[in-house]
């Protein structure tokens, strides 16, 4: 079997509010991550944090003593502790969507690429795990083509614009990062145009104002709560990173419903009052996700059942431990699909969702076929005396 393990918590363990410990912790993990491989003790390991999981893959050195999953993240919530078939079965299932807290969706496919990236970047990337970046994600890809989770099942973003629209179409978004993007573009598939987009750097709330429409402002601007338009509004939706409260009663003028994604929380307490508006977090949305999931029983055994299988092949792919010509295909497409990623978080972020998924269909087919021309040279070279 593969020697690899998986150490963490998500949302099927504990409520979003809770993990958010972990997540203030991950940098000491991290630190103690690379301690441990200073001292031998693990080859490699890559960092998975998101508002609803938190989770640690390693290789483990063999004869080395390895911490309990409670050293490792140096925490009392409940955790999973997983080796070689298990660990990769389940994180194939991660890759997928079938563990997510909105079963289905694909923006964990995009932070698994950022932690492997970031492994990578650190020198965490061991020979095993870099192995495992490139037969994972192509494979979740495949599954999720094959059993139709490709087809835009819902989203925690897309349940939180649910909950705003619900209300009304005056809407502001705080928060200019991913989550941020992915809320405005759900809005414009819904035909919505956003009265507000705030964000500590004005420049990149007028960046996204320039082409989701609406009107940009500084956080400073919006949390002063004086701007007439917070006067008008119906609905707030907020994703930004703070260990501190930054919106509260005064700051979202008349809105009835704030919904907050941001993790942790960043709402102050009177918001929370009596006579204020109807407060959404993630561990709410959690629960509405989980009430959703009975409609997808079927699917998701179907699902199960295709991680199940493919998971058994990559770990004997994993534990045979040798190149394998057929995965040049596989390399030169993740490669190219990673670069694109990077791209739609810089000088491509101004791109909706359906521009980009074009560009990846574009991308992924140029990349296929530059791959077959190099095995077709390799296997040329190989016969060649």
Do not use: W
């Not at 079963?103 to 650190?122: C, D, K, W």
């Not at 009975?294 to 990559?314: C, F, I, K, N, W």
């Not at 990846?360 to 140029?366: D, G, I, N």
Request: net charge neutral; glycine share 8%.
């Amino acid at each position: 079997m593969s020697p690899v393990r998986l150490v963490g918590s998500d949302h099927s363990l504990a409520q979003p509010s809770r993990l958010e410990q972990l997540g203030a912790a991950a940098e000491a993990i991290q630190a103690r991550l690379i301690e441990l491989r200073g001292r031998g003790a693990i080859a490699g390991a890559l960092l998975l944090s998101t508002c609803n999981r938190f989770e640690v893959v390693l290789e483990p050195c063999a004869g080395a003593a390895q911490p309990s999953a409670t050293e490792l993240l140096g925490t009392d919530l409940p955790l999973r502790d997983l080796s070689d078939g298990a660990a990769v079965e389940h994180l194939l299932g991660v890759a997928t969507g079938l563990h997510s807290m909105a079963f289905g969706e694909e923006q964990i496919q995009g932070q698994l690429r950022t932690a492997f990236r970031t492994a990578e970047e650190l020198g965490m990337l061991s020979r095993k795990l870099h192995m495992l970046r490139n037969r994972l994600l192509p494979l979740a890809r495949e599954i999720r083509q094959r059993t139709g989770l490709d087809q835009r099942p819902p989203s925690i973003a897309s349940m939180a614009v649910d909950q705003l629209l619900a209300v009304g179409t005056r809407i502001a978004i705080v928060g200019a990062g991913a989550t941020g993007r992915l809320l405005l573009e759900i809005l414009q598939r819904r035909q919505v145009v956003p009265v507000l987009i705030a964000n500590r750097s004005v420049d990149k709330a007028a960046a996204l104002a320039q082409h989701y429409g609406g009107r940009a402002l500084s956080l400073h601007e919006f949390v002063r709560g004086t701007d007439p338009a917070l006067r008008e509004l119906d609905g707030v939706a907020v994703a930004v990173r703070s260990d501190e409260p930054v919106l509260d009663r005064r700051s979202v003028g008349s809105a009835r419903i704030v919904t907050d994604l941001s993790q942790p929380s960043v709402l102050a307490a009177d918001l929370r009052e009596p006579g204020g508006p109807r407060v959404v977090v993630l561990d709410d949305l959690g629960r509405t996700a989980a009430a959703c999931a009975d409609s997808y029983r079927e699917r998701r055994h179907v699902v199960q059942t295709e991680v199940v299988a493919a998971a058994r092949h990559l770990c004997n792919e994993l534990a045979a431990d040798r190149p394998n010509l057929g995965r040049v295909v596989d390399l030169h497409v993740e490669g190219a699909l990673a670069e694109l990623e990077r791209a739609f978080g810089d000088e491509l972020r101004h791109l909706d969702e359906r521009d980009r998924q074009r560009l990846r269909s574009v991308l992924e087919r140029a990349a296929r076929r530059n791959a077959h021309h190099h095995i077709r040279d390799l296997r040329h070279l190989a016969r060649t005396p």
